[in-house]
């Protein structure tokens, strides 16, 4: 008997997770017979199910806060990303049942840009990246991997910009948050991958002048759609690309591994998702 395919996203808590929203659309667009579910894994359950993967019944699965790290712990093939990130966000059992586990919050990023804002990466230049938690690690992954240099880190907390820095070394590097308005003179490119202008947040407070007005200006936010950077950016006349797009993007490497398909991040997708927002 030929299983169905089944994949999950696992994490703690996985209840507000939008992705079996968009790997139940891709499921019903390519007419694939294989579920997509949430399954919570308890910390302290976390190390145990990742290690014995293999036990779950899953294809594979997504994974989110806060077992990227523990997860990828557990695998025996990390992808390029996630050996530089030492997180995972995907997981595979190969044919000879081996775990493997993959980083696609960077490729997410990329995708999105690419898609919104065609010939973004044309001349790479130096970029500001604002944060320095797990989504900044990805973002500045994803940035070198394109060429941009140097990559700036800008945090509330210095430390944490200087070991993110540390940890990518030759390109990168940390700054304290109050020089931000010196550097954003010649950035080419403005990421914010902070909490601060998601919906019950308090909005970024930064002041854009002086950045150039042919810099792309990201938010990896994506409730609200538009925040105050963006509406503040768009209105002096950059480009903006808000963050729906990171989730839709992330997700398509794992759909591919899993039910055979390389789906399309559409229109309608994006529609579906912000319906749900
Ligand atoms: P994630 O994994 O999604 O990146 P995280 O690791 O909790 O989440 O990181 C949150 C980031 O948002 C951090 O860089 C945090 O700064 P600190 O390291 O100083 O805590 C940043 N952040 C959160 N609220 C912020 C605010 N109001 N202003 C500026 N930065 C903020």
Redesign the pocket.
């Known amino acids: 008997m030929i299983r169905r395919p089944r994949a999950a996203i696992t994490g703690w808590p996985v209840a507000h997770s939008r992705s079996p929203l968009v790997h139940g659309h891709w499921l019903k667009k390519y007419g694939l017979a294989g579920d997509y579910i949430r399954l919570p894994v308890a910390p302290e359950d976390a190390e145990r199910f990742y290690r014995h993967f293999g036990e779950s019944g899953l294809v594979g699965c997504n994974v989110t ?1 806060p077992h990227k790290e523990t997860a990828a712990a557990a695998c025996d093939e990390l992808d390029e990303a996630a050996r530089a990130m030492g997180a995972v966000n995907t997981l595979w059992l190969d044919g000879d049942g081996r775990l493997c586990g993959a980083n696609t919050d960077g490729i997410g990023f990329l995708g999105n840009l690419d898609q919104r804002a065609p010939g973004w990466d044309a001349r790479p230049g130096p970029a500001v990246v ?8 990805a973002v500045v992954w994803a940035l070198r991997a394109r060429g941009f240099a140097p990559v700036k880190i800008f ?3 210095t430390e ?2 200087s070991q993110l820095a540390d940890h990518f070394g030759f390109g990168v590097e940390a700054y304290p ?1 109050d020089k931000l308005c010196e550097h954003l003179g010649q950035a080419a490119l403005l990421v914010n ?4 202008g998601m919906t019950g ?2 909005p ?2 930064i002041d854009l002048d002086g950045l150039p007005k042919d810099a792309l200006v990201t938010d ?1 936010i994506y409730t609200p759609l538009e925040t105050d950077l963006l509406r503040q950016a768009a209105a002096r006349g950059n480009r903006t690309v808000d963050g729906l797009g990171m989730l839709l993007h992330q997700a398509a490497p794992g759909f591919e591994r899993w039910f055979g398909v390389r789906p399309e991040v559409d229109d309608e997708l994006r529609r579906i998702v912000l319906a749900d927002l």
């Open positions: 806060v604002l944060g320095a938690g797990g989504a900044a690690r945090n509330r907390t944490k910009a948050w991958t902070t909490a601060a947040k308090p970024l407070q990896i």
